[in-house]
């Protein structure tokens, strides 16, 4: 079996924004959706694991795209694993467009944990590393996210629509509630050049959650999610492009 796995997506009408281009939160739902195709293929996704009390976390991503995919367009996603470590492993994806040319990259930290203990789980010896693949992704991976003092602040509750299986917040509904702190003038012109994302806590159905908004420059904005307790559950580094993309 090939280490690459490969997705077609066709985006259709419902999944676009006001501008016709395919969301952000539901790119990042693509990404997933590839990750667990390919890890069930070779034997190890969510539902193989679940059947040992096991499940994979994200805890980590960076993306960048130099183009969004259109209503009724064609788009391939790659996925590969670039290492396996004790407690996680490195998973990296390709966009392409229908031409076959590449768009964009993602860098991703995963982890296995116990879904009753949330301890994470010791990779070593389950096979996963064999399925290792030396392809190119020329970004770089999520760094240390700044945290700045002056902030806009928002507020939410965690609802039947943002929570998985576990009726925890979904990798996904997190970047929803980040992207909808900016305004629809925002991404007039603009789109999301490069996002990383750290996820720290878990957050659960029924919770507010505070979001704070920071202005680094013009272009460049930290997000930040926090519980009831002021714990911070996720950090966002958001990058726009300066000029016009359509």
């Known amino acids: 079996m090939d280490n690459v796995g490969s997705l077609e997506v ?17 790119l990042m739902n693509q990404f997933l959706n590839a990750a667990g195709i390919h890890a069930s293929a070779r034997g190890f996704g969510i539902t193989q ?3 040992n009390d096991k499940t994979w976390v994200l805890s980590r991503a960076a993306i960048e795209l130099n183009s ?10 790659q996925t590969w694993i670039e290492g396996v470590m004790r407690t996680f492993t490195l998973r990296n994806f390709a966009v392409l467009d229908a031409s076959g040319t590449v768009v964009g ?38 760094g240390k996210i700044p945290m700045l003092e002056n902030y806009v602040e928002s507020k939410f509750t965690v609802k039947y629509s ?24 925002q991404f007039s012109g603009r789109d999301i050049v490069r996002f990383e994302i750290e996820y720290i ?24 999610l926090q519980n009831e307790k002021e714990e911070i559950v996720c950090k966002s ?4 492009s300066e000029e016009s993309k359509e």
Request: one cysteine or more; aromatic letters at 12%.
């Open 49 to 51: 694991l679940n059947e």
């Open 68 to 77: 969004f995919p259109k209503s009724g367009e064609v788009f391939e996603i």
């Open 10 to 26: 066709r985006v259709r009408p419902f999944e676009v924004d006001f501008r016709g281009k395919l969301t952000f939160p539901l």
């Open 201 to 224: 806590e878990e957050c659960h159905y029924g919770e507010e959650i505070t979001v704070k908004k920071m202005e680094v420059s013009e272009n460049e904005y930290v997000v930040v």
């Open 237 to 240: 580094h958001v990058y726009f």
């Open 162 to 185: 943002d929570v998985d299986i576990n009726q925890h917040l979904n990798s996904a509904k997190y970047v929803e509630h980040i992207v909808d702190v900016f305004s629809l003038q």
């Open 105 to 142: 990259y993602a860098r991703t930290i995963w982890a296995m944990i116990d879904v009753n203990t949330r301890k994470p789980v010791n990779l070593e010896g389950l096979g996963i590393e064999k399925y290792k693949e030396n392809k190119e992704c020329p970004i770089e991976r999520s």
